[in-house]
Structure formats: C-alpha cells, structure tokens
C-alpha cells in the first residue's frame, strides 16, 4: 500500500522517503525521483542531521505533522512524528505546497498503522516491499 503513495509521478519533486524507527534504525527508505539517480551518501548525511532538528521541534510541538524541520542547499527535508516516536522523513528537490506534503504524510501514516495491525510483523523491523 505504501508502493501506491510513494508513486514518482504524484510527487516528482521528491528525492527520498525514510521510515525511522523509535531508536533511530532506518526501517523503510525508498528513492523516488523521476529521473533514477542514485541515493547518495550526501541525501544519507541530510536525512541523518534532520533528526537532530526533528527531536528539537517534537520535544516542543505538540503537533504530529512538524513541517520543513531543515533545508540544505536545494533540499528541505519535512518531518511527521507518530505517536511511537517512529519518524517519517521526506526530502524534497524544490519547493512544494505545505498542504501536499501534509496530506502525504497523512496518507502514508494510515498505510503505515494498517501495516503494524497485522499481528505477523516485527514492529521495529524493516518493512520489505515486493517492488
């Protein structure tokens, strides 16, 4: 289900989307540009400083959705905190409407609370994709 939200073709301006876990092991990470330009270790270091910022603004938000939590260079990353302390991470090539990444965001967190109800899955372990 996640497959069909992560679709390039609705956001093509996104470069990366990562599922953090609660100790801050990677769970999920997927490369979703348009163009199939390799993940590279500079998307990885920007992912990596974000979450410094996201337990900043979770520690002082009250909010699930914490918005554009960094930019470096061309790149903002946005950040949604569940009530697990599992983090959803999205970097993005330019700029795009708060309210997109918001109902993104959305979508991807109900496919995300579906996928732990089955009683069968490791809850901090990676999620897998058949794609």
Do not use: W
């Amino acid at each position: 289900a996640i497959q069909k939200i992560l679709s390039p073709k609705k956001y093509p301006a996104t470069r990366m989307f990562t599922i953090v876990g609660k100790n801050d092991c990677p769970l999920y990470e997927k490369n979703l540009g348009l163009t199939k330009k390799p993940i590279t270790h500079i998307h990885h270091f920007i992912m990596h400083a974000a979450l410094d910022k996201i337990e900043e603004q979770a520690f002082n938000s009250t909010n699930m959705y914490l918005k554009r939590v960094d930019s470096h260079n061309e790149y903002q990353v946005y950040a949604f905190l569940t009530a697990g302390n599992v983090k959803f991470i999205l970097l993005l090539d330019g700029n795009k409407s708060d309210s997109s990444i918001s109902s993104f965001f959305s979508d991807v967190y109900d496919s995300f609370v579906k996928h732990l109800m089955n009683p069968l899955v490791d809850v901090n372990g990676p999620i897998t994709s058949k794609n």
